[in-house]
């Protein structure tokens, strides 16, 4: 299985920070990111699929870049609604896996 | 729009079945897409667990070997998750997701989860 890691379990943040988080896979991935926004006794909500591609509905704040093993979600001027736990997800090989989360807390 | 509703028992002994529903409105599961599981252990690591696809061919993750099944009811456009000889370590919150193609394995709708706890 191919091993997603978010090296940052959890940070501080302030609101209108701009915020990076980041999601390196164990081998080439190919583009196939997912990243998930979670609050907390919510479901995963999908935010970005194909590494840059936002879901309909999905403020433009947020964005996803990155290539090969290394990918990031950027949040620019972090509002009080994105404070939740962000999971990347990659879907190039089966079965899909995830990364252990990053928390976004506030200063 | 498509809605997920994941229903069962909370609480499930050691060794024996765990089983839930997802009910599905505003999409029949027989016209497209793939219905899948995934669980959220406490801790809050994800697995993806398998999927029922829109035409009853399913995919299982290995590490759940002979223990899962999926299956469905299309007269009630349901899914169901069965996962046999549970262990404390099955405990987690289960949530059924759609995924759009069978190619593209990211989950785009999802019920609210429901908590099983394994335990005597």
């Known amino acids: 299985d191919i091993q997603m890691t978010q090296s940052s379990s959890s940070f501080s943040v302030s609101l209108g920070d701009r915020v990076t988080i980041t999601c390196k896979a164990s081998?080439?991935?190919?583009?196939?990111l997912a990243w998930y926004q979670q609050k907390p006794g919510n479901a995963p909500r999908l935010l970005i699929s194909?590494?840059?591609s936002l879901e309909t509905g999905v403020p433009s704040r947020f964005s996803g870049s990155g290539s090969g093993k290394d990918y990031t979600l950027s949040i620019t001027s972090l509002q009080t609604e994105d404070v939740a736990t962000y999971y990347c997800?990659?879907?190039?090989?089966?079965?899909?896996?995830f990364g252990g989360g990053t928390k976004l807390e506030i200063k | 729009d498509v809605q997920l509703q994941e229903s069962g028992p909370g609480l499930v002994k050691p060794s024996q079945s765990l089983s839930l529903t997802c009910s599905v409105t505003?999409?029949?599961?027989?016209?497209?897409?793939?219905w899948n599981w995934i669980r959220q252990f406490p801790g809050n690591k994800l697995e993806w667990m398998g999927y029922?696809?829109?035409?009853?061919?399913?995919n299982y993750n290995p590490s759940l070997k002979n223990r899962i099944s999926i299956t469905r009811d299309t007269s009630k456009n349901q899914f169901f998750l069965k996962l046999n000889s549970v262990t404390t370590e099955d405990t987690a919150t289960y949530y059924c997701?759609?995924?759009?193609?069978?190619?593209?394995?990211?989950?785009?709708?999802w019920g609210a989860g429901t908590t099983v706890t394994v335990s005597s």
């Open positions: 081998e080439d991935i190919y583009n196939r």
């Open positions: 194909g590494a840059t």
């Open positions: 029922i696809s829109y035409d009853g061919s399913n």
């Open positions: 997701a759609r995924e759009r193609d069978g190619y593209n394995w990211y989950f785009d709708v």
């Open positions: 505003g999409y029949s599961i027989t016209s497209g897409y793939y």
């Open positions: 997800q990659q879907y190039w090989s089966t079965p899909p896996t």
